[in-house]
């Protein structure tokens, strides 16, 4: 079946612009998460949604950041006024299919390049 | 919060030697440990996890351990293959049911013919 897609696969904005970051978590998976990987290191995490409702969003690094999930399925992170500190990989990942409901998938990331 | 340290940061290893990466986290609450396999610019693969009710897991070349009394888990990779070559991430998680992971900071694995 299809895995996590995301979308774009790449994002070149200008400091102090809004951006969006589109994820399509795996059918019926009901947990999707959001990390952030910056070069050289491991994923970072930023929120994770149980259905529609953020469950634990304690990674967000401040209020420009905001993630939402309305129907449970896909999510969209969103950032304003980007920083070039922003820049990073965004990847998104999902859980809770039949079978180990531990196992995250993650999607390609989104490279998030901030001017 | 947790924290997971991974060593070492980066391994070469000859074609057909076995590889070992370690791991230590923090939090004694932690109870789920997968190993991801991340190609250059590629999504980051789950290759194997363990449970804390459990010491050790295999699957073919691939096997991994746990300690719990000495918050320690390794990666075992036998008979290398270039294929195998990519950065590796442990990663921990507190719960083990839809819970954040922290990951390592990842080593890279060279093998070599």
């Known amino acids: 079946g299809a895995g996590v897609s995301q979308t774009p696969s790449n994002k070149v904005t200008e400091k102090g612009k809004y951006v969006e970051l589109r994820c399509d978590p795996i059918?019926?998976?009901?947990?999707l998460y959001w990390y952030r990987q910056s070069l050289g290191q491991g994923p970072e995490f930023l929120i994770y949604?149980?259905?529609?409702?953020?469950?634990?969003d304690s990674g967000l690094p401040n209020d420009r950041f905001f993630a939402v999930r309305p129907e449970g399925s896909v999510s969209t992170l969103k950032i304003q006024r980007t920083e070039r500190g922003d820049s990073a990989v965004y990847l998104c990942?999902?859980?809770?299919?039949?079978?180990?409901?531990?196992?995250?998938?993650f999607g390609p990331g989104t490279r998030l390049t901030v001017l | 919060g947790e924290n997971v340290e991974q060593h070492p940061s980066t391994l070469s290893v000859q074609e057909g030697d076995s590889a070992v990466i370690k791991c230590t986290y923090s939090?004694?609450?932690?109870?789920?440990f997968p190993w991801y396999k991340q190609e250059l610019g590629k999504r980051p693969q789950l290759i194997i996890d363990?449970?804390?009710?459990?010491g050790e897991k295999k699957d073919q070349r691939i096997a991994v351990t746990l300690n719990k009394t000495a918050k320690h888990f390794s990666l075992h990779i036998t008979e290398t293959q270039p294929e195998d070559s990519a950065v590796y991430f442990c990663?921990?998680?507190?719960?083990?049911?839809?819970?954040?992971?922290?990951f390592g900071t990842g080593t890279r694995l060279q093998v070599t013919l």
């Open positions: 949604f149980q259905g529609t409702g953020a469950a634990d």
């Open positions: 990942a999902s859980s809770g299919g039949r079978g180990s409901t531990d196992t995250q998938y």
């Open positions: 990663a921990a998680s507190t719960t083990g049911t839809a819970s954040k992971l922290t």
């Open positions: 939090d004694s609450a932690s109870n789920y």
């Open positions: 059918s019926g998976h009901t947990a």
């Open positions: 363990i449970r804390s009710n459990v």
